[in-house]
T-cell receptor, first 115, second 113 residues
Framework: NAGVTQTPKFQVLKTGQSMTLQCAQD?????MSWYRQDPGMGLRLIHY???????DQGEVPNGYNVSRSTTEDFPLRLLSAAPSQTSVYFC??????????????FGPGTRLTVL | AQSVTQLGSHVSVSEGALVLLRCNYS??????LFWYVQYPNQGLQLLLK??????LVKGINGFEAEFKKSETSFHLTKPSAHMSDAAEYFC???????????FGTGTRLKVLA
């Protein structure tokens, strides 16, 4: 199993450009999520999904869109990049369970710089 | 709302010394608590988790954590630090019913030779 994969690993954008960060998992996990990691702020939840066709907002959703058409894929779209979106982005997945105690499996991250 | 506080953004210990990383939580319901580790330029991986089965939880690489409800704490310890333990450590709490995880701000552990 490849686990959780993310592409690209690095990306530089200009302000106003759009792009999609890809995330895929091969563990048949229902739950997938996107976080951004900024120095001194830990990980903050952007969007999450509890299954194909179901998404919801996290703590910092503004400027980002997601969709979940398959169990495996959960892309994150930046509509119009801003310097404030310079960050490291992590995708994670887990089995959904009913008691929220399941381990999350993280991808290796995408380091995004917006100029 | 659930939250976690990690005391100390940077901790330095000598090789062979005790590692103690602090985490306090705020929760109105019994929480599920986690410690994750992040090595440089990598994603996070689970060290251990508390799900109410036992208050002392053992994890990988010799780490353990004790859930203390009276102190609302879930501190991470390791008796003897190794150079390979140098990493950033995150405490997290899950929000039952919403499937949201709330992460602390992280503690970077440095191990001195």
């Amino acid at each position: 199993n490849a686990g959780v994969t993310q592409t690209p690993k690095f990306q530089v954008l200009k302000t106003g450009q759009s792009m999609t960060l890809q995330c895929a998992q091969d563990m048949n996990h229902e739950y997938m999520s996107w976080y951004r990691q900024d120095p001194g702020m830990g990980l903050r939840l952007i969007h999450y999904s509890v299954g194909a066709g179901i998404t919801d907002q996290g703590e910092v959703p503004n400027g980002y869109n997601v969709s979940r058409s398959t169990t495996e894929d959960f892309p994150l779209r930046l509509l119009s990049a801003a310097p404030s979106q310079t960050s490291v982005y992590f995708c994670a997945s887990s089995t959904q369970g009913t008691l929220s105690y399941n381990e999350q499996f993280f991808g290796p991250g995408t380091r995004l710089t917006v100029l | 709302a659930q939250s976690v506080t990690q005391l100390g953004s940077h901790v330095s210990v000598s090789e062979g010394a005790l590692v103690l990383l602090r985490c306090n939580y705020s929760s109105s319901v019994p929480p599920y608590l986690f410690w994750y580790v992040q090595y440089p330029n990598q994603g996070l991986q689970l060290l251990l988790k508390y799900t109410s089965a036992a208050t002392l939880v053992k994890g990988i690489n010799g780490f353990e954590a004790e859930f203390k409800k009276s102190e609302t704490s879930f501190h991470l310890t390791k008796p003897s630090a190794h150079m390979s333990d140098a990493a950033e450590y995150f405490c997290a709490v899950s929000d039952p019913g919403t499937y949201k995880y709330i992460f602390g701000t992280g503690t970077r552990l440095k191990v001195l030779a």
